[in-house]
């Protein structure tokens, strides 16, 4: 069901990808399968490209997605940077598309540093084509609320300027579908090694 999801970009929101996206690639789904949707600067020439401004309008889809809000999603750090340095990286990737870093660090709302790089602004919708089109940026999908009722977009909160110390609690849904998605591996796995030691002793 989540394949299907993530194909579709209706139904692609940033609620979506940090639930479930870092997760459903280690199990075989290619980043560039589903990217081609979001960002022309890495598509194959042999798959059609759904720009962003021509997706339909779905409001009610998930509750507090509104179009101002967006998930910028960014190629992994080279080697072992600090994460200050990954909040400085993101800061000077959206100063490009909005003139200077001032600028940038008054729009950004969160980043992620840990479990996938990401970072959330607030921006016009005619910006989103111009960023997905800087360096290391991967995908630029609308942001949405977390929770139903809940006004929160996740991630690790950037205010007035900084990033909050860190803390495991700001990615406590994707920490919680990781380990859900262990022990559903663990489980399978357990299940056919016992499959097949009956298999070999009614042989």
């Not at 990954?86 to 600028?103: D, F, N, Q, R």
């Not at 479990?115 to 111009?130: H, P």
């Amino acid at each position: 069901m989540l394949l299907g999801v993530l194909l579709k970009p209706l139904n692609q929101t940033a609620t979506l990808y940090r639930r479930y996206l870092p997760s459903l690639s280690l199990s075989g789904v290619s980043s560039s399968a589903s990217s081609r949707w979001f960002s022309e600067g890495s598509a194959t020439t042999d798959f059609p490209v759904t720009r962003l401004s021509e997706l339909p309008r779905v409001p009610k889809l998930v509750e507090g997605c509104d179009y101002e809000h967006w998930l910028v999603v960014m190629e992994a750090p080279r080697g072992y940077p600090f994460r200050d340095e990954i909040v400085s990286g993101y800061i000077k990737t959206l100063a490009m598309a909005l003139g200077s870093e001032e600028e940038a660090k008054k729009s950004i709302y969160s980043v992620s540093t840990k479990y996938y790089y990401a970072f959330g602004c607030k921006v016009r919708e005619n910006l989103t084509d111009k960023i997905k089109y800087l360096p290391n940026v991967k995908w630029v999908l609308p942001d949405s609320y977390l929770c139903y009722g809940e006004d929160s977009y996740g991630g690790e909160p950037f205010i007035d300027g900084e990033v909050v110390a860190y803390d495991d609690k700001y990615h406590v849904d994707w920490v919680r579908d990781e380990k859900d998605d262990k022990f559903k591996s663990t489980t399978h796995s357990r299940k056919a090694r016992r499959r097949r030691k009956k298999n070999k002793v009614l042989s």
